[in-house]
């Protein structure tokens, strides 16, 4: 007895086996995806936010320290666990984050405002 599938084709089926044989048509199709996939470029990724992160960390020692500090803390941290090949860097952008923070709330604590004075 044939048993009629989606396609309307009849398939056929032994009398021991109550299961049609699945259609060519019912196999998902094999996707086309390019040979460098988004997971590939995440040491490349993580290497640049390395680089951001010390960048940041090195600006936010002498302007906008509330604002490049966490910045340079969370690309750093973000670039560790993603596996960069920059680690150095990357430590040294979550060290320059921390001094940041350091600075900000030691010229907070000494001038109560935010800002270097030269000179007298």
Known sequence: ?????????RT?????????????A???PATTE????R????PRDADGMAVAAFV???IGLL????VFSPCAI???????LRGTRRKGRALLGLTLGVADLVVLFSLLAANDKVTWQFGG
């Open 1 to 9: 007895m044939g048993v009629l599938t989606r396609d309307h084709q």
């Open 12 to 24: 056929t089926t032994s009398p021991t086996d109550d299961h049609p044989t699945p259609h060519p």
């Open 26 to 28: 019912s196999t998902p």
């Open 34 to 37: 390019p040979a460098t996939s």
């Open 39 to 42: 997971h590939a470029d995440r």
């Open 56 to 58: 940041l960390g090195l």
């Open 63 to 66: 302007v906008f320290n509330l």
């Open 74 to 80: 969370a690309l750093a941290t973000l670039a560790l």
